[in-house]
């Protein structure tokens, strides 16, 4: 959200600058047609153009500006979109290996509860130790 609002204040800014100088542009452009090119105005004249060409120069400037805010926008939003997503498929990844852990708990129960109290005292004095290849093997204590 803060993201966008940024996004909009900065084109709203570049834009608002692009369009001051588009309007004082076509107003010293209406002007130089108006007063047309006599021998005595032709220092204005020159004036004139030279900030014509200087307000050229800062419109392009302002173009590129704003070409180049709206291509990092674009940029952002994309990552922002790819992250939801990834965030969307690790949740559901959570949900289902909790599912598959409560699933295996209830059959470990149900197990349990279906063994004979002796064999379960059994059961419960083995061991499951890591080998060195990183294999589990079972070993029994010995009473």
Do not use: C, W
Request: charged fraction near 35%; hydrophobic fraction near 35%.
């Amino acid at each position: 959200m803060e993201l966008m609002f940024d996004h909009q204040v900065m084109e709203m800014d570049i834009s608002k600058q692009l369009h001051a100088y588009e309007v004082e542009y076509h107003v010293l452009q209406d002007e130089m047609l108006d007063a047309g090119p006599l021998p005595d105005d032709s220092e204005r004249l020159d004036k004139l153009e030279k900030t014509n060409v200087q307000l050229k120069k800062q419109n392009m400037d302002l173009l590129e500006k704003l070409q180049a805010a709206r291509q990092k926008i674009q940029t952002l939003e994309t990552s922002v979109e790819n992250f939801l997503s990834r965030e969307s498929k690790m949740k559901h990844m959570i949900r289902s290996l909790e599912q598959e852990r409560g699933a295996y708990q209830r059959t470990i129960e149900r197990m349990r509860s279906s063994l004979p109290p002796d064999t379960l005292t059994d059961v419960e004095m083995t061991q499951i130790k890591t080998g060195p290849n990183g294999k589990a093997k079972t070993a029994a204590k010995k009473p």
